[in-house]
């Protein structure tokens, strides 16, 4: 004999579990936009986003509303920049953003992490593999 207790609480599980799903995209969105829009560059990133750049500097900006992030990477000496449309996720308990055909987990990291460098606001992304090949991407951001 089933209590109903035991009925109710199994019946609230799917409502608590799309809560935290909605929470955590929006912590997600919350820590890269700031709230409404935030830059951050490539770990190592030298040049200002307006300078000459070397090949490895890049900044991604991203945006709330509309949910986009803006990529500016180093061609030629100089910024080129693309918008690309930001979705948030949420998948088996974990959550993360897509952008330009990639899914990618996020994590904050401490300053001490090496990768870091000693910059106090660092995350990283780490793509999703997507079922088709085991490649994965990781990009190191700070601000």
Same mark, same amino acid.
């Given at each position: 004999?089933?209590?109903?207790? @035991? @009925?109710?609480?199994?019946?609230? @599980?799917?409502?608590?579990?799309?809560?935290?799903?909605?929470?955590?995209?929006?912590?997600?969105?919350?820590?890269?936009?700031?709230?409404?829009?935030?830059? /951050?560059?490539?770990?190592?990133?030298?040049?200002?986003?307006?300078?000459?750049?070397?090949?490895?500097?890049?900044?991604?900006?991203?945006?709330?509303?509309?949910?986009?992030?803006?990529?500016?990477?180093?061609?030629?000496?100089?910024?080129?920049?693309?918008?690309?449309?930001?979705?948030? /996720?949420?998948? *088996?308990?974990?959550?993360?953003?897509?952008?330009?055909?990639?899914?990618?987990?996020?994590?904050?990291?401490?300053?001490?992490?090496?990768?870091?460098?000693? *910059?106090? *606001?660092?995350?990283? @992304?780490?793509?999703?593999?997507?079922?088709?090949?085991?490649?994965?991407?990781?990009?190191?951001?700070?601000?």
């Amino acid at each position: 004999m089933c209590s109903y207790p @035991l @009925l109710l609480s199994l019946s609230l @599980l799917p409502a608590g579990l799309f809560a935290q799903a909605d929470a955590a995209q929006k912590t997600v969105l919350d820590q890269l936009t700031g709230g409404t829009t935030r830059q /951050w560059s490539i770990v190592g990133t030298k040049a200002a986003p307006d300078a000459a750049c070397g090949t490895t500097d890049r900044y991604y900006t991203f945006q709330r509303s509309p949910a986009q992030v803006v990529v500016q990477e180093c061609s030629g000496g100089k910024f080129a920049s693309r918008t690309l449309p930001l979705t948030s /996720w949420t998948t *088996n308990g974990k959550s993360g953003i897509a952008f330009g055909g990639s899914s990618y987990e996020v994590k904050e990291l401490h300053a001490g992490a090496p990768v870091c460098k000693g *910059n106090a *606001n660092c995350i990283r @992304l780490a793509s999703v593999p997507d079922g088709k090949t085991d490649a994965t991407t990781t990009i190191y951001l700070t601000r």
